[in-house]
């Protein structure tokens, strides 16, 4: 009952807002900056609207905060300097450990070998890798994120750390459409233009680029704080094989990321989505290397990881606080060993990730039953220059405050059922 009128009242406010900002004509930038401007309250509203967490943002809140306070609060200096990301598609952990090429890189990082995608299919756990959770998203089709989720973008932002997301053969700075270069560009591969606060905000925009800049930002001394690397679909092993991927990556370890200037202040995590088989576990071949210390080179870490554990991380390192999703869930968030030691973190021990869960379900959310773009019509409906079929002010603020009603009591009833299935 507590729970449920803690709801009612943040979707009271939410309409208030909603409502006011559609006298604005800038919808995006009000829901945007009042994400980005207290993390700690923003979280909770964004989370008690978000189905796929309620029933345990007030828990993963408190946890999570008491866990970054223990570490903001010793006011440690960042583990590392820099945090990148790779993600390669759709390959088995097995199948990855046996072939050569993923083999001799393994030798210069620390293999995570118990580390799990948090759902099937791909985009779904892109965005989870951004907002801590797939938002109900369960396939790969054309989504607009509204703009008032927060993500790690808005995280980051505020402590005034930098961003980029380099997308191979994307078409241009911020591009937007489902598909680039006939589909070797796509969009359910980039973490970032998904979202609307970034999509449809075109400062945000402008950290969406071409993944040839890399090449130049290395040189130039210029790459930010936090980057996603994604590959084009036959690199990433989507459309071609894991065995492409791997020489693909090796070519690319050996040239783009050879510079050792770069690789010492810069933790890089190479992952892959998802694995094959849903009837299987979702495990994937995960590695840590770069700024790691060299003792721990050619060295493998047992500890149970999933995609939110690259949040988690990242949050600790820099006492970002957190989302209240799955990045601050202990369970299914540990971070990564080595940064935990030195920060003195907690990690919770689970020998085998399996018995968590096989992170092959469906996970209900915002998203869930949304058409593709209705949520982009919402946000739209605000603005001076939208696409003419926007509804009146009136009208969108009934529509957003009967969705609002109608997530808020499935997020109620539903909460405790899917609890076990929040990923
Ligand atoms: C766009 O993003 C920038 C950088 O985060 C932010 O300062 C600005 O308020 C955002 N604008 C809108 C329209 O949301
Ligand atoms: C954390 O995730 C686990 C595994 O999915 C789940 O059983 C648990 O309910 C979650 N805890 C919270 C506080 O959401
Ligand atoms: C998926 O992961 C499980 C557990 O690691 C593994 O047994 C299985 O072979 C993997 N992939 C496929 C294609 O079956
Ligand atoms: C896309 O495919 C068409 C037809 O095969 C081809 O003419 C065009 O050059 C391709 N465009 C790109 C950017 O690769
Ligand atoms: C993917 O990128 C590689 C260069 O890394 C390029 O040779 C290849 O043509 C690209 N694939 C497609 C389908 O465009
Ligand atoms: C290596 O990386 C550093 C840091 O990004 C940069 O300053 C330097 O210019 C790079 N060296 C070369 C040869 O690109
Ligand atoms: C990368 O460099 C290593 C060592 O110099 C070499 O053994 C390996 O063949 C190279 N791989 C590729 C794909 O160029
Ligand atoms: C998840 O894996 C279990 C065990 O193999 C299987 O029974 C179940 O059908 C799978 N779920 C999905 C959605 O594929
Ligand atoms: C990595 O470790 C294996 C044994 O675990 C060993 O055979 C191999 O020589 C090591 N490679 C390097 C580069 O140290
Ligand atoms: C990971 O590797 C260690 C040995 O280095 C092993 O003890 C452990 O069982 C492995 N974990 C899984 C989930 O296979
Ligand atoms: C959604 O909007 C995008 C961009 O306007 C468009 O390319 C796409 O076709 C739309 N998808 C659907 C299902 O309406
Ligand atoms: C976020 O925006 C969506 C789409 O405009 C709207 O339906 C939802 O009510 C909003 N949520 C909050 C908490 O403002």
Redesign the pocket.
């Known amino acids: 009952m507590r729970s449920l009128s803690i709801i009612c009242l943040t979707a009271l406010a939410a309409v208030a807002s909603v409502a006011a900002q559609d006298t604005t004509s800038s919808t995006t930038t009000s829901s945007t900056s009042s994400v980005s401007s207290t993390s700690a309250s923003s979280t909770e509203s964004t989370s008690s609207t978000d189905s796929s967490s309620d029933s345990s943002s007030a828990t993963s809140t408190s946890t999570s905060s008491a866990a970054s306070s223990s570490s903001t609060g010793s006011s440690s200096s960042p583990v590392f300097k820099r945090f990148m990301q790779i993600w390669l598609e759709n390959t088995d952990y097995e199948t990855a450990t046996t072939l050569p090429v993923y083999q001799q890189i393994a030798e210069q990082g620390i293999l995570l070998n118990n580390t799990y995608a948090v759902t099937h299919p791909s985009e779904p756990n892109y965005i989870a890798a951004a907002a801590g959770s797939n938002l109900g998203i369960t396939d790969d089709a054309y989504y607009n994120i509204p703009a008032n989720v927060s993500s790690i973008y808005d995280l980051l932002e505020d402590k005034g750390l930098k961003w980029k997301v380099y997308q ?2 994307i078409p241009s700075v911020g591009y937007t459409d489902f598909l680039g ?2 589909g ?1 560009y796509v969009r359910k591969h980039d973490p970032a233009i998904i979202f609307d606060s970034v999509g449809l905000n075109q400062t945000r925009a402008q950290n969406v680029v071409p993944a040839t800049q890399l090449a130049s930002d290395i040189a130039a001394g210029l790459v930010p704080d936090w980057v996603f690397y994604t ?5 990433d092993g989507h ?1 071609s094989s894991a065995e492409v991927a791997g020489n ?1 990556l090796a070519g690319f370890l050996n040239t783009t990321l050879s510079n050792q200037t770069f690789l010492q202040e810069t933790l890089v995590l190479i992952t892959f989505d998802e694995n094959e088989t849903y009837a299987k576990a979702n495990r994937v071949w995960t590695l840590l290397m770069g700024a790691i210390p060299s003792n721990l080179k050619n060295t493998t870490d047992p500890t149970f990881y999933t995609h939110y554990s690259s949040l988690s991380t990242v949050e600790q390192n820099w006492g970002l606080g957190n989302l209240g999703r799955g990045d601050a869930n202990k369970t299914l968030a540990n971070v990564y060993d080595f940064v935990a030691k030195q920060i003195n973190y907690q990690n919770v021990n689970i020998a085998n990730g399996s018995s968590v869960s096989f992170f092959n379900e469906t996970i209900d959310g915002l998203m869930t039953n949304k058409s593709y773009n209705a949520t982009h019509q919402s946000s739209a409906s605000g603005s001076a220059s939208g696409s003419g079929s926007a509804p009146a002010a009136s009208g969108s603020s009934t529509s957003d405050a009967s969705i609002l009603t109608t997530s808020a009591v499935a997020v109620s009833v539903a909460g405790a059922v899917f609890a076990s299935l929040i990923l």
Do not use: K
């Open positions: 191979e053969d270069h006939n070797s590959p084009n679909m036959t690199n459309d693909w």
